[in-house]
């Protein structure tokens, strides 16, 4: 079963150990931020830092496993057809877009939606760590360490396939910042296996 989340939006779930996620984008040039929570123990969590000392690269892919800041695997990407997502940058949230794009009224953001989807959960907004962000293309240059949020590169319909390697409480968003998704908001698709 097929289930869209609206743009600028997000949703909270369960995945059970041995199903598949596939996050879809399907218009195109859309971020989704993903989160993951051990359903037994909450206080487990994915982690960007430990993922990516393990992995010694900052792009992930087909076969790289997203670790919990326990060092346990949560996730497994099994398919992915753009190949190029972020898991450096934080979810944007009211203080992104207040200091970033200067709003005096911002938008609650990724980070916003992930508290309100996860509260029933039990999950804190202090609880929130680095999404694995589906899509998100952030190129750095290797000489300076600097980065720039670039349009996605996925086209309409690509996906990426995650398979639980726990029981898992998944927040996931359809992202709310204009520079990470070429100046519009669309919405985003996922499907349980």
């Known amino acids: ?14 995945v059970d150990k041995g199903q598949r996620l ?6 195109g040039g ?23 000392d393990y992995a010694s690269r900052i792009y992930l ?3 790289d496993p997203l670790y919990s800041n326990r060092s346990n695997v949560m996730l497994r990407i099994v398919e992915d057809m753009v190949g190029r997502h972020d898991f450096l940058l934080t979810p944007c949230s009211a203080d992104t877009f207040r200091i970033l794009y200067g709003d005096d009224q911002p938008h609650r953001g990724c980070f916003g939606n992930l508290a309100a989807a996860l509260e029933p959960y039990g999950v804190t907004p202090d609880a929130i760590p680095v999404a694995f962000n589906c899509f998100m293309n952030v190129p750095v240059n290797g000489e300076t360490g600097t980065f720039t949020v670039e349009p996605p590169l996925s086209r309409a319909g690509d996906h990426i396939v995650f398979e639980a390697e726990q029981d898992l409480v998944i927040g996931l968003t359809a992202c709310s910042a204009p520079l990470s998704n070429g100046g519009s908001f669309k919405p985003i698709a996922y499907r349980i296996d």
Request: glycine share 6%; proline share 4%; hydrophobic share 45%.
């Open 61 to 63: 892919t087909t076969g």
């Open 30 to 52: 859309q971020v989704a931020d993903l989160l993951a929570f051990n359903r037994s123990d909450m206080a487990e969590v994915l982690s960007s830092g430990r993922t990516l």
């Open 22 to 27: 596939t996050v879809i984008d399907p218009q």
């Open 1 to 14: 079963m097929l289930h869209d989340i609206a743009p600028r939006t997000g949703a909270a779930f369960t």
